[in-house]
């Protein structure tokens, strides 16, 4: 007899996950990411307020049953505004300048649940959520040294190549998100 596996859970986070989503990111951070950083990783001191309620913001959660019960595989999220201008060229933060930027963040799923689709199910969550919330652009950056994550971008939906800024401290590329390619999707 085979059990039926229940499949990957995307929803919006709620406050009792804040604790679980925490963890999953600092343990992104010192595993993958070179470690924490405050003028990069606020938003994970203060989980809540930058995405619980806040205009514009949405924290995704992905949950895997597992052996005790649901498991948190990944996070994604949405917040207002393009790539902060101290860390980009000044011609790539005038692009977003003037306009209604959403930014698709903290793409991250713990390496034990990857090549399980969470990854693309988060990122098409939250690049969905921020176009039916009538972002103008949609963006997103990341990290190209951390493994399979450019190849995982390149083969997004709608995902367009805007800037490789590589070798920057951060491995970084940086995209935006083709509404009407990610809709056929």
């Given at each position: 007899m085979t059990?039926?596996?229940?499949?990957?859970?995307?929803r919006t986070a709620r406050r009792e996950d804040l604790p679980a989503v925490s963890l999953?990111?600092?343990?992104?951070?010192?595993?993958?990411?070179?470690?924490?950083?405050?003028?990069?990783h606020g938003d994970v001191d203060d989980l809540a307020g930058t995405y619980l309620g806040a205009a514009g913001t949405r924290l995704f959660v992905c949950h895997l049953e597992g052996p005790d019960g649901?498991?948190?595989?990944?996070?994604?999220?949405?917040?207002?505004?393009?790539?902060?201008?101290e860390f980009v060229p000044s011609w790539l933060a005038r692009r977003y300048e003037g306009r209604r930027v959403g930014q698709i963040c903290r793409v991250w799923v713990d390496p034990e649940h990857r090549r399980l689709g969470v990854g693309r199910m988060l990122a098409v969550e939250a690049a969905r959520w921020a176009l039916a919330d009538d972002y103008d652009t949609v963006c997103l950056h990341t990290n190209?040294?951390?493994?399979?994550?450019?190849?995982?971008?390149?083969?997004?939906?709608?995902?367009?190549?805007?800037?490789?800024?590589?070798?920057?401290?951060?491995?970084?590329?940086?995209?935006e998100i083709d509404p009407h390619v990610l809709a056929a999707a």
């Open positions: 059990l039926a596996v229940a499949p990957p859970l995307v999953h990111m600092r343990g992104m951070l010192e595993r993958e990411l070179g470690g924490y950083d405050a003028r990069l649901p498991v948190l595989a990944g996070t994604a999220s949405v917040r207002a505004g393009g790539p902060k201008p190209a040294s951390v493994p399979g994550a450019l190849s995982f971008w390149t083969s997004f939906p709608g995902a367009v190549l805007v800037h490789d800024a590589r070798p920057d401290p951060w491995s970084t590329v940086h995209f």
